[in-house]
């Protein structure tokens, strides 16, 4: 997993944590034919599910900034098409001069419904948040930064006891948890999710950035190997709120996890 865990720290706090990238940067990542994350977003896409557009908007120029990006990347010419088949990020595009989403192209959203973003702006759309005042009160500067031309990059953590990259809530309801009574059987059925998120600028006389998701999965067994990660995410879980943990489905699995990662760090 391509995944700083010095990023995870505590006491843990919902905030945007945007990194600035160099123009040279790299966004997009191939998706491999055959991998289950392509197997996850064809089904989708070819279930017609994958795009929301505004009507009368002209996602033509982030497009051709995405097909540009990705000649950057050293990446192969794409079929607009079938964007959602040649990359592993899911793509939105945010309109710095509302700061709404005009056009989303998601397959895999991570327990949130791209239909139900579409047009909002961002106060709306992060009003589900746990957390949010300091996110919410941020808003309008944040979204002035990542349309400003400049290039930037967040990443977003979670442990899930799903394997699946699609977690749309209305497509897969939330996967129970393990039974913790078997602390083993209990890890080997939690996964850690990693969402890098970044923007580039959209540009031909817009002030639109195209908004970048990939989504990561790792066994957590397999994530954590070594004593300093399993401290960190010790700290960072034992540090969430009750919204925090709420929000993201946690509050059953911390306990069993606080226990396993303690032996872990160790």
Known sequence: MDFDFGLITAPFRMQPGLRRLMPGARHLTPLAPGSALF????????AGASRHSAAGFDPGPALAAI??????????AFDPHRLELAFEEDFTVLDGADGTLPWLC????????????LGLDFAAVHAPVADNAALLGAGPSLVALATSGERWERFVWTISP??????????????????GED???FVRGCWLRVER????????????????????????AEAIDGTDKAARLHA??????????AYKGLAPAREPLLRWLARKAA
Do not use: N, Y
């Open 183 to 185: 602390e083993q059987a």
């Open 236 to 245: 960072a879980l034992g540090s969430m709120s009750e919204a925090v943990l």
């Open 197 to 220: 998120q970044t923007f580039f600028p959209v540009g031909q006389g817009t002030r639109q950035a195209v908004f970048t998701i990939r989504v990561m999965l790792q066994p957590l």
């Open 67 to 76: 097909a540009q990006q990705g000649r950057i990347d050293g990446l192969d």
């Open 162 to 179: 799903s394997p699946r990259h699609d977690q749309h809530p209305r497509r897969q309801p939330r996967a129970p948890w393990p039974s």
């Open 106 to 117: 998601v397959c895999v959203p991570s327990h949130w419904a791209p239909e139900d973003k």
């Open 39 to 46: 197997a996850e977003k064809r089904k989708v896409h070819e």
